[in-house]
């Protein structure tokens, strides 16, 4: 309803999108969510300050914008789904590669820097060219699901949430 007003019964979704897409896969953050569709688009709405909703702004949205499509970054392949930490997301393609955006405080994008980000960001791949087919995310922590069943994890480790 375009309104900051609390709601203690469950609302539809503004949608943007075609009505006869579907959304297959959801994620929320601290005060974002993203939704993915059946087409490999992907939307998100609420805060964005720093910049996690990946549409390379930081301005919030009470209405969902569209915030990943096939783009070159991750070879033009649709997106499988989405995770989100306290205030950033990451997405996973169909072909298997990671791509992060928002605040990186603790390294949580797990692209090799603390460099917050309004444009998505690969994932550093130091296990090679195994595809990750799971992405799940803490306030402050990534763990990603290789496709050999290697688990890896970036971000914070202040209670040794990253099992290394």
């Not at 914008?65 to 783009?71: G, H, I, R």
Request: charged residues 5%; contains cysteine.
């Amino acid at each position: 309803d375009n309104t900051q007003v609390s709601k203690s019964i469950p609302v539809q979704l503004s949608q943007p999108w075609s009505g006869s897409v579907k959304v297959i896969q959801l994620a929320a953050g601290a005060y974002h969510s993203v939704f993915v569709l059946a087409n490999g688009l992907a939307y998100g709405v609420g805060h964005n300050g720093y910049g996690q909703l990946g549409d390379s702004t930081t301005v919030s949205k009470l209405i969902p914008v569209q915030v990943a499509a096939a783009n070159p970054l991750w070879g033009n392949a649709p997106i499988l789904m989405a995770a989100c930490h306290q205030y950033s997301t990451i997405i996973l393609s169909t072909n298997g590669l990671a791509y992060g955006v928002g605040q990186n405080s603790n390294g949580q994008l797990g692209d090799g820097s603390i460099t917050d980000r309004t444009a998505f960001a690969p994932v550093s791949r130091p296990w090679g060219n195994v595809a990750i087919t799971s992405v799940s995310c803490g306030v402050s922590h990534s763990v990603f699901l290789l496709e050999s069943g290697v688990v890896y994890a970036a971000g914070s480790n202040g209670n040794g949430q990253l099992g290394d």
